[in-house]
């Protein structure tokens, strides 16, 4: 039901602080330690090689669960677009674990990765929205993304939910293994959602920059560097999938390889600057497409900051400002959407679940 929204899109961005809340709960027990399914913590703790197999947004999701994981957990991890993965099979390390990234459950291009690897032995486990589904019934192991239905076909609170869902692994792996963190997932995490929740409070300045950057324009682009990268695939995935606005995600570096040839005078370039250690280059990449005629739009941190970005997000800990700075871009997505009068929960040619390689 979607109450008193106009959109599924909008009520599931609504709900993102909540579902946060609500993985911390589910994944928590009562002495405020991380709750998990001993055989998950032990297949974890003895794969040598994590390979995570996903599509679309859930595949941008496990871009960062492999920053988690390697950074926290220390396992070396691969992140495979599943639909390319079973004719470029890459050579597998002696005890891989399969982790399957899947808001539905039920994507083919994965499922066919699953049958693939369980005839080769090799033990899968499988964080999913949808419990019962077969990406989950066929794994060894099941995580729930504890998010709630979602409706819309462009997935919003499931990406940040599998983030989250990831983080909490990832950590739980590192203390199995006796590995000393400083990191506290369940504060963090807290912190995280309040702070998207004061950023669904800010729609109207959203639609604004909506309005004010993407009005017209056939094409978008959006840079960061580090985690801020695959947020800008997420958010390009985002634009394009319901307001048909043929965007174009890049890292920082990237774009002066070729693709800068593209910008003209007002082109307009999203740019993500929420992390300390590429402030500096990836303003530097902002003046190199402003220079050209960019009309740029900067979304920092609190904290990182400068005169003239157009929106700030709260600070989070900076592992975990993609689950923060994603709301302003999914809200941007959907008023360029709504401003183009398209059909925001069931944009063209696409399906909730897909169901065919
Ligand atoms: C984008 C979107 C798709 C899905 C992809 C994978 O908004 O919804 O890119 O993320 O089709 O779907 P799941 O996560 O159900 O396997």
Redesign the pocket.
């Known amino acids: 039901e979607k109450g008193t929204y106009p959109h599924f899109m909008l009520k599931e961005i609504d709900e993102q602080p909540f579902v946060i809340r609500k993985i911390i709960q589910e994944y928590k027990n009562e002495n405020d330690e991380i709750k998990l399914d001993l055989d998950i913590r032990q297949a974890m703790k003895n794969c040598d090689r994590i390979y995570i197999i ?5 595949y941008h999701a496990g871009l960062l669960g492999k920053q988690f994981i390697e950074k926290l957990a220390n396992i070396p991890v691969e992140v495979h677009v599943a639909s390319e993965f079973s004719y470029n099979m890459p050579l597998l390390s002696e005890k891989p674990l399969f982790l399957f ?7 083919a291009d ?1 499922r066919s990765v699953l049958v693939q690897i369980k005839e080769l032995g090799h033990p899968a486990l499988t964080l999913t929205n949808v419990p019962g589904s077969t990406l989950s019934r066929e794994a060894n192991y099941t995580m729930h993304l504890h998010a709630g239905p979602e409706i819309a ?3 919003t609170k ?1 990406y940040t939910a599998q983030m989250a869902v990831l983080a909490i692994l990832a950590v739980d792996t590192a203390r199995a293994k006796g590995l000393e963190l400083e990191f506290d997932p369940m504060q963090e995490l807290g912190i995280a959602a309040n702070a998207m929740e004061a950023l669904t409070d800010q729609k109207e300045e959203l639609e604004e920059l909506a309005r004010e950057y993407l009005p017209t324009t056939r094409n978008c682009f959006f840079i960061g560097r580090s985690v801020d990268h695959y947020v800008g695939l997420e958010g390009s ?2 634009l394009k ?1 319901i307001s048909y606005i043929q965007a174009e995600g890049f890292a920082g570096g990237e774009l002066k390889h070729g693709t800068i040839a593209l910008i003209e005078d007002g082109t307009p370039v999203i740019a993500l600057a929420t992390q300390e250690n590429v402030n500096y280059s990836i303003r530097g990449n902002v003046q190199e497409v402003e220079a050209r005629g960019a009309n740029s739009l900067i979304i920092s941190m609190k904290g990182l900051d400068k005169e003239g970005d157009a929106f700030v997000i709260p600070h989070v800990h900076h592992l975990l400002t993609p689950l923060v700075s994603v709301i302003p871009l999914q809200l941007i997505s959907y008023y360029a959407a709504l401003h183009r009068d398209c059909d925001v929960d069931k944009p063209r040619n696409l399906a909730k ?2 169901t065919v390689e």
Do not use: F, N, P
Not at 101 to 107: A, F, Y
């Open positions: 996903a599509a679309g947004t859930s990234i899947s808001q539905s459950g039920e994507t994965s076909v462009a997935s499931a995935l985002k999938e679940s897909v």
